[in-house]
Structure formats: C-alpha cells, structure tokens
T-cell receptor, first 112, second 110 residues
Framework: SQTIHQWPATLVQPVGSPLSLECTVEGTSNPNLYWYRQAAGRGLQLLFYSVGIGQISSEVPQNLSASRPQDRQFILSSKKLLLSDSGFYLC???????????FGPGTRLTVT | RKEVEQDPGPFNVPEGATVAFNCTYSNSASQSFFWYRQDCRKEPKLLMSVYSSGNEDGRFTAQLNRASQYISLLIRDSKLSDSATYLCVVNFRNDYKLSFGAGTTVTVRA
C-alpha cells in the first residue's frame, strides 16, 4: 500500500529565515506530487505540482519554490519567510489526473 | 466569484439525525467532483467521488446537479464520528489541478 510522509509536523520560524519541508511517497512509482497551503479558515491553495522528476509547475507567484530531486521526493523551500507564509502545508500525491489525491499529515508552520 | 463555494456552517445536529448541505461551482465545464473530509488539524481524506447519476456509500449520499451547478452531500443516521469539515472539490479540466471549497463544518452531538 502507498504511504506519504511529511516532516516536520510543526515548525516555528522567525521572519526572514529559510524553510525546507520534505515529502516522500512510498509504494508507488511516478506519482503526481502537489504542495498545498491551508490558511486558518480557508480552502486549500495549490502552490506547486509536479508530474515527473525535475518538472515543477507553479500556481501562485510568491517567495516559495519547489523541487523534485527524486521520483518520490518533493521539497518545498523558501529563502526568506514572511509572516504571511504561516499556515498548514500539505503534500499530496495522485496517479494520473483522476482527481483523487492522497494527502500527507501536513506541517503546521508559524512564522513569528 | 470563488470557483467553489460552500456554506461554512456549522451544522449542529443530534446523533441519528440527517444533515445535508450543498456546494456550488462556477465553471459549467467542470469535469469531476468529490467530497473530502477533514478532521480538526488533520489532513483531508477522500470521502467519495460524485457521479452524474448520484451515488451512495453507506450512510452518505452525493448528488450532482449540472444544470444548477451544485453538488450535495447527505449524511443519514449521523454518528459522533461524522463531526468534521467536509470539503467540496471540483476538477475543472480533468487534469491534475483540483479546486477546493473552504469547507462545511458538521458537529454531531450526543
């Protein structure tokens, strides 16, 4: 069966500090991978998605970036965090474009 | 106008009651539809897909009305464990990108 891991679970970072969140998927090959952010009381906002190694599509221009160095690894980064980057960051995977996506446990980021 | 809109609730219902709520979407060319469930401070999980003819999964019934551009979810015989936020999700182009509503909160009380 497939599993998806994210770490860390919670993170408190000062404004201007860098960020690196990692997501890995097990039990499947060549998954589509996604990064979402959920602000308090808001819907999920798609940040990035990837359909293959080294291929990244950005949905929202901001100070975040993503990379996919391996088939089942997806990394979200920032060089300098803003207060507005606080939120619940979720990684997800899917097979093809079926619309059924499976989420990791998420990282709750607070920028102070 | 938001792509997917939901009544945020909360819907407070007693155990055993039936609760139903809708979601509207803006793009008439939308291809596929889903309900996800999100528990407090947890990740969303797929509850069920929504098919054109409507479908049931146990106590849950989903309906799609393309003419009026809404989908609905009905929960029968509510359990305490049904307390959650229900996210309406639409795939506009049958591609990789989903649009999520902000969710409808349901609280089932003993």
């Amino acid at each position: 069966s497939q599993t998806i891991h994210q770490w860390p679970a919670t993170l408190v970072q000062p404004v201007g500090s860098p960020l690196s969140l990692e997501c890995t998927v097990e039990g499947t090959s060549n998954p589509n991978l996604y990064w979402y952010r959920q602000a308090a009381g808001r819907g999920l906002q798609l940040l990035f998605y990837s359909v293959g190694i080294g291929q990244i599509s950005s949905e929202v221009p901001q100070n975040l970036s993503a990379s996919r160095p391996q088939d089942r690894q997806f990394i979200l980064s920032s060089k300098k965090l803003l207060l507005s980057d606080s939120g619940f960051y979720l990684c997800a995977w899917s097979v093809g474009g079926t619309g059924e996506q499976y989420f990791g446990p998420g990282t709750r980021l607070t920028v102070t | 106008r938001k792509e997917v809109e939901q009544d945020p609730g909360p819907f407070n219902v007693p155990e055993g009651a039936t609760v139903a709520f809708n979601c509207t979407y803006s793009n008439s060319a939308s291809q596929s539809f889903f309900w996800y469930r999100q528990d407090c401070r947890k990740e969303p999980k797929l509850l069920m897909s929504v098919y054109s003819s409507g479908n049931e999964d146990g106590r849950f019934t989903a309906q799609l009305n393309r003419a009026s551009q809404y989908i609905s979810l009905l929960i029968r015989d509510s359990k305490l464990s049904d307390s959650a936020t229900y996210l309406c999700v639409v795939n506009f182009r049958n591609d990789y990108k989903l649009s999520f509503g902000a969710g409808t909160t349901v609280t089932v009380r003993a």
